[in-house]
Protein backbone atom coordinates (compact mmCIF):
# COMPACT_ATOMS: atom_id res chain seq x y z
CA UNK A 1 0.00 0.00 0.00
CA UNK A 2 1.01 3.60 -1.01
CA UNK A 3 2.39 5.32 2.09
CA UNK A 4 0.82 8.28 3.00
CA UNK A 5 2.29 11.37 1.50
CA UNK A 6 3.77 13.97 4.21
CA UNK A 7 3.40 17.39 2.66
CA UNK A 8 1.04 19.86 1.59
CA UNK A 9 -0.28 18.41 -1.61
CA UNK A 10 -3.27 18.47 -4.25
CA UNK A 11 -5.74 15.47 -4.47
CA UNK A 12 -8.54 14.76 -7.15
CA UNK A 13 -11.89 14.24 -5.49
CA UNK A 14 -14.81 14.64 -5.40
CA UNK A 15 -16.01 11.18 -7.42
CA UNK A 16 -18.38 8.28 -6.45
CA UNK A 17 -16.70 5.45 -8.85
CA UNK A 18 -13.41 3.81 -9.01
CA UNK A 19 -13.07 3.65 -13.22
CA UNK A 20 -9.79 3.89 -14.94
CA UNK A 21 -10.65 7.14 -16.40
CA UNK A 22 -11.12 9.22 -13.04
CA UNK A 23 -7.95 6.80 -11.94
CA UNK A 24 -5.77 8.43 -14.80
CA UNK A 25 -7.27 11.88 -14.65
CA UNK A 26 -5.37 11.58 -11.45
CA UNK A 27 -2.12 10.17 -12.07
CA UNK A 28 -1.36 12.35 -15.35
CA UNK A 29 -2.40 15.55 -13.45
CA UNK A 30 0.52 14.56 -11.33
CA UNK A 31 -2.02 14.17 -8.10
CA UNK A 32 -0.58 11.41 -5.98
CA UNK A 33 -3.92 10.66 -4.10
CA UNK A 34 -7.43 10.49 -4.62
CA UNK A 35 -10.59 11.06 -2.88
CA UNK A 36 -13.92 9.54 -3.44
CA UNK A 37 -17.12 11.07 -2.87
CA UNK A 38 -20.57 9.19 -1.60
CA UNK A 39 -18.50 6.27 -3.14
CA UNK A 40 -20.43 3.27 -4.91
CA UNK A 41 -19.84 1.04 -2.08
CA UNK A 42 -22.34 -2.00 -1.30
CA UNK A 43 -24.48 -1.53 1.79
CA UNK A 44 -27.84 -0.17 2.30
CA UNK A 45 -27.10 0.75 6.15
CA UNK A 46 -23.54 0.53 6.90
CA UNK A 47 -19.87 -0.45 5.25
CA UNK A 48 -18.24 -3.80 5.21
CA UNK A 49 -14.61 -3.76 5.49
CA UNK A 50 -14.22 -6.08 3.00
CA UNK A 51 -16.21 -3.83 0.81
CA UNK A 52 -14.58 -0.80 1.27
CA UNK A 53 -11.31 -2.73 0.62
CA UNK A 54 -12.38 -4.29 -3.04
CA UNK A 55 -13.32 -0.71 -4.05
CA UNK A 56 -10.56 0.49 -3.38
CA UNK A 57 -7.92 -1.54 -4.66
CA UNK A 58 -7.75 -0.16 -8.26
CA UNK A 59 -6.60 2.88 -6.71
CA UNK A 60 -3.87 1.35 -4.57
CA UNK A 61 -3.26 -1.11 -7.41
CA UNK A 62 -2.12 1.96 -9.60
CA UNK A 63 -0.15 3.48 -6.77
CA UNK A 64 -2.37 6.03 -5.63
CA UNK A 65 -2.79 6.74 -2.01
CA UNK A 66 -6.60 6.82 -0.39
CA UNK A 67 -6.64 10.13 1.08
CA UNK A 68 -10.21 10.03 2.34
CA UNK A 69 -13.91 8.89 1.63
CA UNK A 70 -16.21 12.14 1.42
CA UNK A 71 -19.99 11.37 2.98
CA UNK A 72 -21.55 7.89 3.39
CA UNK A 73 -24.93 7.84 2.28
CA UNK A 74 -27.11 10.47 3.15
CA UNK A 75 -29.60 7.73 4.96
CA UNK A 76 -26.77 6.07 6.71
CA UNK A 77 -27.42 8.61 9.61
CA UNK A 78 -30.74 11.43 8.33
CA UNK A 79 -32.44 10.35 11.50
CA UNK A 80 -29.27 11.18 13.65
CA UNK A 81 -29.06 15.14 12.04
CA UNK A 82 -32.98 15.62 12.84
CA UNK A 83 -33.41 13.81 16.16
CA UNK A 84 -35.69 11.64 15.23
CA UNK A 85 -36.51 8.00 16.36
CA UNK A 86 -33.91 5.34 14.38
CA UNK A 87 -31.12 7.43 15.49
CA UNK A 88 -29.45 5.06 18.23
CA UNK A 89 -29.53 2.03 14.96
CA UNK A 90 -28.18 4.64 12.66
CA UNK A 91 -25.06 5.65 15.29
CA UNK A 92 -24.25 1.80 15.85
CA UNK A 93 -24.15 1.32 12.06
CA UNK A 94 -22.13 4.28 11.66
CA UNK A 95 -19.91 3.24 14.51
CA UNK A 96 -19.91 -0.13 12.57
CA UNK A 97 -18.70 1.82 9.21
CA UNK A 98 -15.89 3.73 11.16
CA UNK A 99 -14.61 0.32 12.45
CA UNK A 100 -14.64 -0.65 8.61
CA UNK A 101 -12.97 2.25 6.97
CA UNK A 102 -10.20 2.19 10.06
CA UNK A 103 -9.57 -1.43 8.78
CA UNK A 104 -9.79 -0.71 5.59
CA UNK A 105 -7.15 1.70 6.31
CA UNK A 106 -8.96 5.09 5.14
CA UNK A 107 -7.55 7.82 7.03
CA UNK A 108 -10.07 10.44 6.88
CA UNK A 109 -14.36 10.64 6.77
CA UNK A 110 -15.36 13.77 5.38
CA UNK A 111 -19.12 14.57 6.56
CA UNK A 112 -21.87 17.36 6.33
CA UNK A 113 -24.58 18.38 8.80
CA UNK A 114 -26.78 19.46 6.38
CA UNK A 115 -30.05 17.39 5.76
CA UNK A 116 -31.31 19.11 3.15
CA UNK A 117 -28.14 19.19 1.89
CA UNK A 118 -26.10 21.58 -1.01
CA UNK A 119 -28.96 24.28 -2.62
CA UNK A 120 -28.28 26.59 -5.25
CA UNK A 121 -31.23 28.62 -7.34
CA UNK A 122 -30.01 28.74 -10.51
CA UNK A 123 -27.27 27.10 -13.12
CA UNK A 124 -26.51 28.68 -15.99
CA UNK A 125 -23.36 30.14 -18.45
CA UNK A 126 -22.81 33.62 -16.23
CA UNK A 127 -19.26 32.77 -15.68
CA UNK A 128 -16.37 33.79 -17.20
CA UNK A 129 -15.93 32.84 -21.29
CA UNK A 130 -20.11 31.78 -20.58
CA UNK A 131 -18.76 29.34 -18.47
CA UNK A 132 -21.83 27.33 -17.01
CA UNK A 133 -21.61 28.03 -13.13
CA UNK A 134 -24.10 27.86 -10.19
CA UNK A 135 -25.48 31.03 -8.52
CA UNK A 136 -27.51 31.21 -5.07
CA UNK A 137 -29.85 34.05 -4.67
CA UNK A 138 -31.70 33.86 -0.99
CA UNK A 139 -34.59 36.13 -1.78
CA UNK A 140 -35.66 33.37 -3.98
CA UNK A 141 -35.60 30.56 -0.79
CA UNK A 142 -37.52 32.79 0.71
CA UNK A 143 -40.52 33.13 -2.15
CA UNK A 144 -41.98 29.41 -1.46
CA UNK A 145 -43.96 29.85 -4.48
CA UNK A 146 -40.30 29.22 -6.35
CA UNK A 147 -39.42 26.33 -5.18
CA UNK A 148 -39.42 24.89 -8.62
CA UNK A 149 -36.36 26.85 -9.66
CA UNK A 150 -34.34 25.53 -6.79
CA UNK A 151 -31.00 22.70 -7.51
CA UNK A 152 -30.32 20.51 -4.52
CA UNK A 153 -27.16 18.31 -4.84
CA UNK A 154 -29.04 14.83 -4.55
CA UNK A 155 -26.01 12.25 -4.63
CA UNK A 156 -28.47 9.71 -4.02
CA UNK A 157 -30.30 10.72 -7.02
CA UNK A 158 -27.20 10.68 -9.06
CA UNK A 159 -27.52 11.97 -13.16
CA UNK A 160 -24.08 11.15 -14.43
CA UNK A 161 -25.39 13.78 -17.20
CA UNK A 162 -25.65 16.80 -14.24
CA UNK A 163 -23.29 19.17 -13.23
CA UNK A 164 -22.40 18.14 -8.98
CA UNK A 165 -25.21 16.13 -8.81
CA UNK A 166 -27.79 18.75 -8.51
CA UNK A 167 -31.32 18.42 -9.51
CA UNK A 168 -33.65 20.94 -10.02
CA UNK A 169 -36.47 20.84 -7.55
CA UNK A 170 -35.93 17.60 -6.14
CA UNK A 171 -36.08 17.99 -2.28
CA UNK A 172 -34.27 15.60 0.33
CA UNK A 173 -37.19 14.35 1.68
CA UNK A 174 -37.88 14.81 5.73
CA UNK A 175 -39.56 13.43 8.42
CA UNK A 176 -40.06 16.57 10.31
CA UNK A 177 -40.86 20.31 9.14
CA UNK A 178 -39.31 22.30 11.38
CA UNK A 179 -35.70 21.88 13.33
CA UNK A 180 -34.40 24.84 15.73
CA UNK A 181 -30.72 25.53 16.11
CA UNK A 182 -30.57 24.07 19.49
CA UNK A 183 -32.02 20.89 18.71
CA UNK A 184 -29.40 20.88 15.75
CA UNK A 185 -26.94 21.49 17.86
CA UNK A 186 -27.96 18.75 20.50
CA UNK A 187 -28.67 16.64 17.82
CA UNK A 188 -24.98 17.44 16.33
CA UNK A 189 -23.10 17.02 19.87
CA UNK A 190 -25.03 13.85 20.44
CA UNK A 191 -23.73 12.05 17.47
CA UNK A 192 -20.07 13.59 18.09
CA UNK A 193 -19.75 12.25 21.52
CA UNK A 194 -21.39 8.94 20.63
CA UNK A 195 -19.09 8.43 17.47
CA UNK A 196 -15.69 9.99 18.70
CA UNK A 197 -14.25 7.09 20.86
CA UNK A 198 -14.87 4.71 17.94
CA UNK A 199 -13.29 7.26 16.11
CA UNK A 200 -9.85 7.56 17.88
CA UNK A 201 -9.65 3.62 18.32
CA UNK A 202 -10.15 2.88 14.66
CA UNK A 203 -7.25 5.81 13.50
CA UNK A 204 -10.15 7.13 11.92
CA UNK A 205 -10.08 11.13 11.26
CA UNK A 206 -13.82 12.57 10.94
CA UNK A 207 -14.31 15.56 9.63
CA UNK A 208 -17.08 18.14 9.06
CA UNK A 209 -18.10 20.65 6.09
CA UNK A 210 -19.72 23.87 6.85
CA UNK A 211 -23.19 24.72 5.14
CA UNK A 212 -23.30 25.64 1.93
CA UNK A 213 -24.75 28.18 1.32
CA UNK A 214 -24.23 29.71 5.22
CA UNK A 215 -28.30 29.82 5.92
CA UNK A 216 -29.85 30.44 9.03
CA UNK A 217 -31.93 27.89 8.17
CA UNK A 218 -33.70 26.62 4.93
CA UNK A 219 -37.32 25.95 5.20
CA UNK A 220 -37.52 25.57 8.62
CA UNK A 221 -34.85 23.45 9.05
CA UNK A 222 -32.08 25.07 11.06
CA UNK A 223 -28.41 25.19 10.24
CA UNK A 224 -25.48 25.57 12.35
CA UNK A 225 -22.05 25.17 10.38
CA UNK A 226 -22.56 29.20 8.97
CA UNK A 227 -19.86 30.86 10.40
CA UNK A 228 -16.12 30.73 11.77
CA UNK A 229 -17.28 30.86 15.06
CA UNK A 230 -20.18 28.14 14.82
CA UNK A 231 -17.15 25.93 13.30
CA UNK A 232 -14.92 26.61 16.76
CA UNK A 233 -17.66 25.80 18.75
CA UNK A 234 -17.85 22.61 16.67
CA UNK A 235 -14.45 21.51 17.06
CA UNK A 236 -15.08 22.94 20.69
CA UNK A 237 -17.31 19.85 21.73
CA UNK A 238 -14.65 17.32 22.71
CA UNK A 239 -11.07 17.59 22.76
CA UNK A 240 -9.55 14.72 20.76
CA UNK A 241 -7.36 14.59 17.69
CA UNK A 242 -10.06 12.80 15.75
CA UNK A 243 -12.66 15.48 15.42
CA UNK A 244 -11.09 17.78 12.63
CA UNK A 245 -12.80 20.40 9.56
CA UNK A 246 -13.27 19.12 6.04
CA UNK A 247 -12.61 23.03 5.14
CA UNK A 248 -14.51 24.45 2.34
CA UNK A 249 -13.26 27.51 1.61
CA UNK A 250 -15.30 28.53 -1.39
CA UNK A 251 -18.49 28.03 1.52
CA UNK A 252 -16.08 29.45 3.94
CA UNK A 253 -16.07 32.42 1.58
CA UNK A 254 -19.62 32.72 0.81
CA UNK A 255 -19.74 33.57 4.38
CA UNK A 256 -17.73 37.11 4.56
CA UNK A 257 -15.57 36.93 1.89
CA UNK A 258 -11.65 37.10 2.40
CA UNK A 259 -11.95 38.02 6.30
CA UNK A 260 -13.66 34.66 7.01
CA UNK A 261 -11.27 32.62 4.73
CA UNK A 262 -8.34 33.77 6.27
CA UNK A 263 -9.67 33.57 9.38
CA UNK A 264 -10.81 30.04 9.08
CA UNK A 265 -6.96 29.27 8.40
CA UNK A 266 -5.30 31.16 11.19
CA UNK A 267 -7.79 29.59 13.49
CA UNK A 268 -7.61 26.23 12.58
CA UNK A 269 -4.25 25.48 11.07
CA UNK A 270 -1.96 26.43 14.00
CA UNK A 271 -4.39 23.81 15.85
CA UNK A 272 -4.03 20.99 13.64
CA UNK A 273 -8.11 21.01 13.52
CA UNK A 274 -8.03 21.09 9.52
CA UNK A 275 -8.50 17.41 7.98
CA UNK A 276 -8.26 18.49 4.32
CA UNK A 277 -9.25 21.51 2.28
CA UNK A 278 -11.57 22.67 -0.57
CA UNK A 279 -9.88 25.12 -2.77
CA UNK A 280 -12.88 26.87 -4.23
CA UNK A 281 -13.82 30.28 -4.70
CA UNK A 282 -17.54 32.34 -4.91
CA UNK A 283 -18.02 36.23 -6.12
CA UNK A 284 -20.37 37.59 -3.63
CA UNK A 285 -21.11 36.55 -0.40
CA UNK A 286 -24.88 35.30 1.58
CA UNK A 287 -27.18 36.42 0.40
CA UNK A 288 -26.34 35.92 -3.18
CA UNK A 289 -23.31 34.84 -4.60
CA UNK A 290 -22.04 32.40 -7.59
CA UNK A 291 -19.29 30.49 -7.96
CA UNK A 292 -16.33 31.13 -10.07
CA UNK A 293 -12.93 30.73 -11.12
CA UNK A 294 -9.98 30.76 -8.82
CA UNK A 295 -8.10 34.32 -8.34
CA UNK A 296 -11.30 35.81 -9.36
CA UNK A 297 -13.28 35.68 -6.21
CA UNK A 298 -13.74 36.74 -2.45
CA UNK A 299 -9.98 35.83 -1.58
CA UNK A 300 -6.55 35.34 -3.09
CA UNK A 301 -6.00 31.60 -2.91
CA UNK A 302 -2.20 32.71 -3.27
CA UNK A 303 -2.36 33.99 0.26
CA UNK A 304 -4.52 31.01 1.61
CA UNK A 305 -1.27 28.77 0.38
CA UNK A 306 1.33 30.75 2.17
CA UNK A 307 -0.66 31.26 5.50
CA UNK A 308 -1.20 26.90 5.40
CA UNK A 309 2.52 26.65 4.54
CA UNK A 310 3.27 29.14 7.39
CA UNK A 311 1.21 26.98 9.79
CA UNK A 312 2.40 23.68 8.45
CA UNK A 313 -0.69 22.44 7.29
CA UNK A 314 0.17 18.87 5.50
CA UNK A 315 -2.43 17.99 4.03
CA UNK A 316 -3.90 17.83 1.14
CA UNK A 317 -6.24 20.16 -0.94
CA UNK A 318 -8.90 19.40 -3.20
CA UNK A 319 -10.26 21.23 -6.18
CA UNK A 320 -14.13 21.74 -5.78
CA UNK A 321 -17.21 22.07 -7.95
CA UNK A 322 -15.43 24.23 -10.40
CA UNK A 323 -16.95 26.13 -13.42
CA UNK A 324 -17.53 24.03 -16.61
CA UNK A 325 -15.81 24.94 -19.47
CA UNK A 326 -17.18 24.45 -23.03
CA UNK A 327 -17.30 20.69 -23.80
CA UNK A 328 -16.53 20.08 -20.18
CA UNK A 329 -17.87 16.67 -18.84
CA UNK A 330 -20.95 16.46 -15.65
CA UNK A 331 -17.65 15.48 -13.79
CA UNK A 332 -15.93 18.70 -15.11
CA UNK A 333 -13.05 17.37 -15.91
CA UNK A 334 -11.94 20.52 -17.73
CA UNK A 335 -12.38 23.15 -14.77
CA UNK A 336 -11.00 20.65 -12.26
CA UNK A 337 -8.19 20.10 -14.49
CA UNK A 338 -7.46 23.79 -14.42
CA UNK A 339 -7.65 24.29 -11.08
CA UNK A 340 -6.02 21.48 -10.11
CA UNK A 341 -3.03 22.76 -12.19
CA UNK A 342 -3.20 26.40 -10.48
CA UNK A 343 -3.66 24.82 -6.90
CA UNK A 344 -0.49 23.14 -7.71
CA UNK A 345 1.95 25.97 -9.19
CA UNK A 346 0.86 27.93 -5.95
CA UNK A 347 1.74 25.00 -3.86
CA UNK A 348 5.16 25.03 -6.08
CA UNK A 349 5.51 28.81 -5.68
CA UNK A 350 5.16 29.10 -1.90
CA UNK A 351 6.65 26.02 -0.97
CA UNK A 352 9.57 25.42 -3.50
CA UNK A 353 8.75 21.80 -3.68
Given at each position: MTAAPTTMRVAAGQHPDNDREYLDFARQLGCPGVSFQTPKIKGTKRWEAQDIMEFLKPARDLGLYVESIENVPNHFFDKIMVGVEGREEQLENMKYT?????EAKVPILGMHWMPQIVWRTDMGHYGRGD???????????????RDSEIWVARRDEQNPDLKDTFTRGSF???????????????????FIKGIIKTCE????????????????E?????????SVDNLERAMNIVDSPNL??????????????????????????????IA??????????FPKFQECFLGEGNYSAYEVIKALHKHGFTGSILDDHTPSLTGD????????????????ALIEVVTGK
Open positions: IRSLGSYVSVYDHSIVEDRSVPLPINTLSHEQMWANFEWESNVIISFHPDDPPAQLHGIARILTKLELCLGTVSEMDGANSVMDAVNRFAPRNKYIHLRDVQGTSAYGHRGRAHAIGYIQ
